[in-house]
Structure formats: structure tokens, C-alpha cells
């Protein structure tokens, strides 16, 4: 199935240094969504966005749903070991229903 | 209150042997989506229910996959005559309702290995 290009792939950084990730389509989207996914768990949802240009804060998490309406980017501040996780981005078409498009996720590893 | 379960958590089978996986969505919730995860790799759509509605089941990859939900609630996966390429994490999220702002909850997952 198709799949968002999302990247980095994955990180190493310190605790305490902001993060950032980002997603890019060849299609226009109409949702942006970022989900955090733990070891042996299922994918939780951080960040919901639906308009072109929507800036949103859930915490220490920052997303944006770009202009072009085919990226998106997530900022994470002030990292801390509990962060560890792989990140995916999720899009939803124009011209779709309720079938997202995943990101193949960002691997976040925080050293303390 | 309880969240969305999967059964079993893990399952190894032999090539060709036929598996079934389980999903207990939210209480209430009238939709239902299974992905598939393989590893190193986002999530794909499978399959889709809807109350009474016929399923959505454009992402099945083969005839080998099919799902049922019984009573508007409990939901299995199939598959068929297991192949290695099987293996990966099938993941069953739930929603109250249809809708674009509709937030799927995931349950943590079947890990099936094909052996």
C-alpha cells in the first residue's frame, strides 16, 4: 500500500535538545494526524490537524499542517527519556474516507 | 474502562496452517479497522467495518485474508494457508463513529510469525 515519505528514520539525541520530524506527499492531504507508538504497544494519538497552516500544541508536542497541504512536521521540546518511541504520521486524502496513510515512522531514541 | 484488546498477543504457526486473530473493540464504538505492521514499516490498511454496513475490504491482501464481526462488536481476522510474508504485527483500532475527526484507538497488537 502507499505509504508517506517520513524522516528522519530514525535518532539518537541527548535528553533535554528538541526534536523534529517531518512528512512529505506527492498528494494533498485534508488530516494530518501523529501518533506515538511504544514497544509492544498500538499507536496513540499526539496530534490532530485539519486545516492548511493549523499550528498545534499538545504539551511539549508541536505540529504544523503545511501550506501546501502535503507535509507536515512534529517539534518535540525539551526531550526527555519517557519520549522513546517510533513516531508516525497518518494523512487522510481529499478524496478519501476514512483510510489513512501512514508514515513508515521515526525511530526516537533519547540518550539521559 | 477497558481499551481495545487483541488476542492472542503473539502466535507462531507453521507455513500453510490456517490463523485467527481477535479483536474486542471499544464498548459502543461502531467502527472497526484492522492494519497489518511489518516490521520496520507504517501501518496498512486492511479491512474495515461500519455497524451493518458491508465491509470495506479493498486492503486485503489476497484471497487468503478475510475478517468478520459478529454482532456489530467483536471482530476476527483470518488468514488462510499462512505464507513467511504473513509475519508482521496486525494491529485492530476501533471508533465511535465514521467520520474524518473520529479518533481510532489501537489495541497493542497480534504478533504472528510465520514459521
Same mark, same amino acid.
Given at each position: 500500500?502507499?505509504?508517506?515519505n517520513q524522516s528522519p528514520q530514525s535518532m539518537f539525541i541527548?535528553?533535554?535538545?528538541?526534536?523534529?520530524?517531518?512528512?512529505?506527499?506527492?498528494?494533498?492531504?485534508?488530516?494530518? #494526524?501523529?501518533?506515538?507508538?511504544?514497544?509492544?504497544?498500538?499507536?496513540? @494519538? @499526539?496530534?490532530?490537524?485539519?486545516?492548511?497552516?493549523?499550528?498545534?500544541?499538545?504539551?511539549?508536542?508541536?505540529?504544523?499542517?503545511?501550506?501546501?497541504?502535503?507535509?507536515?512536521? #512534529?517539534?518535540?521540546?525539551?526531550?526527555?527519556?519517557?519520549?522513546?518511541?517510533?513516531?508516525?504520521?497518518?494523512?487522510?486524502?481529499?478524496?478519501?474516507?476514512?483510510?489513512?496513510?501512514?508514515?513508515?515512522?521515526?525511530? #526516537?531514541?533519547?540518550?539521559? | 474502562?477497558?481499551? +481495545?484488546?487483541?488476542?492472542?498477543?503473539?502466535?507462531?504457526?507453521?507455513? =500453510?496452517?490456517? +490463523?485467527? !486473530? %481477535?479483536?474486542?473493540?471499544?464498548?459502543?464504538?461502531?467502527?472497526?479497522?484492522?492494519? &497489518?505492521?511489518?516490521?520496520?514499516? =507504517?501501518?496498512?490498511?486492511?479491512?474495515?467495518?461500519?455497524?451493518?454496513?458491508?465491509?470495506?475490504? $479493498?486492503?486485503?491482501?489476497?484471497? &487468503?485474508? $478475510?475478517?468478520?464481526?459478529?454482532?456489530? $462488536? +467483536? $471482530?476476527? !481476522?483470518?488468514?488462510? %494457508?499462512?505464507?513467511?510474508?504473513?509475519?508482521?504485527?496486525?494491529?485492530?483500532?476501533?471508533?465511535?463513529?465514521?467520520?474524518?475527526?473520529?479518533t481510532q484507538y489501537f489495541g497493542p497488537g497480534t504478533r504472528? !510469525? +510465520?514459521?
Open positions: 500500500g502507499q505509504q508517506l541527548q535528553e533535554g535538545e528538541d526534536v523534529s520530524m517531518n512528512c512529505t506527499s506527492s498528494s494533498i492531504f485534508n488530516t494530518w #494526524l501523529w501518533y506515538k507508538q511504544d514497544p509492544g504497544e498500538g499507536p496513540v @494519538l @499526539l496530534i490532530a490537524l485539519y486545516k492548511a497552516g493549523e499550528l498545534t500544541s499538545n504539551g511539549r508536542l508541536t505540529a504544523q499542517f503545511g501550506i501546501t497541504r502535503k507535509d507536515s512536521f #512534529l517539534n518535540i521540546s525539551a526531550s526527555i527519556p519517557s519520549d522513546v518511541g517510533i513516531y508516525f504520521c497518518a494523512g487522510h486524502r481529499t478524496s478519501g474516507t476514512y483510510k489513512y496513510i501512514f508514515g513508515t515512522g521515526t525511530r #526516537l531514541k533519547v540518550l539521559a | 474502562g477497558a481499551g +481495545v484488546s487483541q488476542s492472542p498477543s503473539n502466535k507462531v504457526t507453521e507455513k =500453510g496452517k490456517d +490463523v485467527e !486473530l %481477535r479483536c474486542d473493540p471499544i464498548s459502543g464504538h461502531t467502527a472497526l479497522y484492522w492494519y &497489518r505492521q511489518s516490521l520496520g514499516q =507504517g501501518l496498512e490498511f486492511l479491512i474495515y467495518f461500519q455497524g451493518n454496513s458491508a465491509p470495506d475490504k $479493498s486492503g486485503l491482501p489476497s484471497d &487468503r485474508f $478475510s475478517a468478520e464481526r459478529t454482532g456489530g $462488536s +467483536v $471482530s476476527t !481476522l483470518t488468514i488462510q %494457508r499462512t505464507q513467511q510474508e504473513d509475519s508482521a504485527v496486525y494491529l485492530c483500532a476501533s471508533s465511535l463513529q465514521t467520520g474524518v475527526r473520529e504472528l !510469525l +510465520v514459521l
